[in-house]
C-alpha cells in the first residue's frame, strides 16, 4: 500500500506534464528538472532514511515517511515554479527511506526462500501506482485541473499512515496475529534483534566491496531505463506519434502494468529455482541477465516499428521481462546484505535513483542533438544492456562484507 500510494504520488508529474508546462511557460529543459528534482535528494538521502528506520524503527519510520510525502503533494498543488520545485524536492526526501525499511522489513518478516516473491509483490505496487496515476491524472487534469490533482493525492497517505501505526509491528515476536509457528519459520533466516554485529554500520566494508560496487552499477542503468515511463513517455507518444492526453495516459500505463505483472512473476520464479537448485546464482544472477538481455532486445526491435500500438506492446513485452529481473536485486541484497541489509539497499537504491535523476535530463538533449526521438529510444535499450552486463560481473558467493577490499 505504501509503495503504491508513494508512485502514484511521485508519477503524477510525468502525465501532467504537458498541461504543466503550458500553463507555466515551460520549456522542456525546465519541465526535465523540475521531474529530476525528486531524484536527486531521493538519491542522497537514501542512508539517511535507512538509518532514521533503524534508529526508529519501521513502525514509526514509515507512517512518517507517508505524512511527509502527502504533505508535498499538496504543496504541488501550490501551482507556482519555484514551491514545486521545493515540493518536489521535500518529496524526495520523504521518500527516501521507504525501499531500504521496507527490504529490512522483509528480511525480518519473509522466510529466504519467499524474499524475491515478496520482493516482487513490493516491486511490482510501486507499478501499480504508476499505473493508476498515469490515467487518472490524466482524467484528473482534463476534469478538475492538475493543481487539484496533486492536492487530492495528498489524502491516502495520511489515512493509511495512522492505520499502519496502528496494525503493524517491527518483528514478528511483537505482533499478537503471529503464533508460534509463524515466528520459527520465519525467523530462522532473519537478523537478530539486538545483534551486536548490526551496532555498527561497516560502512569502509560496504564502500570498498566490488559486489557492492556491481549491485549500485546494475540499479543505476535499470532504474534509469524503467524512469522513462514516469517522465518523458507520455510526452514522447504525444509528440513522436502524435496521440492524445487522455490516450497517452492509458498507452503509458500498458508498460507499467507489464512492470507488475513482471515483477510477481520474477519473485515466483527466480524463489522457485532457489528451492529447486539451492543456487543464488541461478535464482538470482542468471534469471536477472537473462530478464534484462530480453529487454534490451525488444526495446530495439520497436525501434524499427512505425504502428503506435505495436510499439507500445513490444515495449510493453520488454518492460515485462526487465520486471522479472527487478526481485532478483531487492532479493540479493537480502542474500549478500548480512547483518546490514538496510545500508546495503540503500546504497543500491541511492545508485539506482541517481540514474533515475539523469535520464530525465538527457532526453531533452537526445532530442535536441538528434532532432527525433529515436536516439532516445536507443539508449532507452542500451540502459538494459549495461544493466546486463553488470550482473553478469557480480560474484554471488558470500556476503558484500566478504569481498570487501578493507576488512573489518
Not at 519473509?110 to 505496487?125: D, E, H, M, Y
Not at 532457489?274 to 546464482?281: E, G, M, N, P
Not at 549478500?336 to 533515475?356: E, F, R
Not at 553488470?390 to 558467493?397: F, I, N, P, Q, S
Request: hydrophobic fraction near 55%; proline fraction near 4%.
Amino acid at each position: 500500500m505504501a509503495a503504491v500510494m508513494a508512485y502514484v504520488t511521485r508519477n503524477a508529474i510525468g502525465a501532467a506534464e504537458s498541461t504543466v508546462r503550458a500553463d507555466l511557460g515551460l520549456t522542456k529543459e525546465q519541465s526535465g528538472w523540475l521531474m529530476s528534482l525528486f531524484f536527486w535528494p531521493y538519491a542522497l538521502c537514501q542512508i539517511p532514511g535507512a538509518w532514521l528506520g533503524q534508529k526508529i524503527g519501521p513502525r514509526r519510520a514509515l507512517p512518517l515517511f507517508g505524512i511527509l510525502w502527502s504533505l508535498a503533494s499538496a504543496g504541488m498543488a501550490a501551482g507556482q515554479l519555484f514551491v514545486m520545485a521545493g515540493m518536489r524536492m521535500f518529496m524526495g526526501v520523504a521518500q527516501a527511506g521507504l525501499v531500504p525499511v521496507c527490504t529490512g522489513v522483509m528480511s525480518r518478516w519473509i522466510p529466504r526462500t519467499g524474499q524475491a516473491s515478496a520482493s516482487g509483490a513490493f516491486a511490482g505496487f510501486m507499478s501499480v501506482g504508476g499505473v493508476i496515476a498515469a490515467p487518472l491524472t490524466a482524467w484528473l487534469v482534463v476534469s478538475c485541473g492538475w493543481r487539484w490533482a496533486f492536492g487530492l493525492y495528498a489524502l491516502p497517505g495520511l489515512v493509511w499512515a495512522v492505520w499502519f501505526h496502528a496494525w503493524f509491528r517491527n518483528r514478528p515476536a511483537e505482533h499478537p496475529s503471529c503464533n508460534e509457528a509463524e515466528r520459527a519459520l520465519i525467523e530462522v533466516d532473519a537478523p537478530k534483534a539486538n545483534d551486536a554485529e548490526t551496532a555498527t554500520v561497516p560502512w569502509a566494508q560496504i564502500l570498498t566491496s566490488p559486489a557492492m560496487g556491481w549491485i549500485c552499477a546494475q540499479q543505476f542503468f535499470r532504474a534509469a531505463g524503467y524512469i522513462f515511463f514516469s517522465t518523458w513517455f507520455a510526452t514522447y507518444l504525444q509528440e513522436a506519434r502524435g496521440v492524445k492526453i487522455i490516450s497517452s495516459g492509458l498507452l503509458t500505463a500498458l508498460p507499467l502494468l507489464a512492470d507488475v505483472l513482471g515483477s510477481l512473476a520474477g519473485g515466483a520464479v527466480s524463489d522457485l529455482v532457489l528451492r529447486r537448485t539451492s543456487s543464488v546464482r541461478l535464482a538470482r544472477q542468471g534469471l536477472a541477465i537473462t530478464a534484462l538481455t530480453c529487454c534490451a532486445a525488444l526495446t530495439f526491435t520497436a525501434y524499427f516499428c512505425s504502428s503506435v500500438s505495436l510499439i507500445v506492446l513490444i515495449i510493453s513485452a520488454g518492460t515485462f521481462c526487465a520486471a522479472v529481473g527487478n526481485p532478483c536485486s531487492c532479493a540479493i541484497t537480502m542474500n549478500m546484505g548480512g547483518h546490514h541489509v538496510a545500508p546495503v539497499m540503500s546504497m543500491m537504491n541511492m545508485s539506482g535513483n541517481l540514474g533515475a535523476a539523469l535520464f530525465p535530463l538527457a532526453v531533452p538533449w537526445l532530442q535536441s542533438a538528434t532532432g527525433s526521438w529515436d536516439a532516445v529510444l536507443l539508449g532507452f535499450g542500451g540502459l538494459y544492456v549495461a544493466g546486463a552486463l553488470c550482473w553478469a560481473m557480480l560474484k554471488v558467493e558470500g556476503t558484500v562484507i566478504d569481498q570487501a577490499i578493507i576488512k573489518g
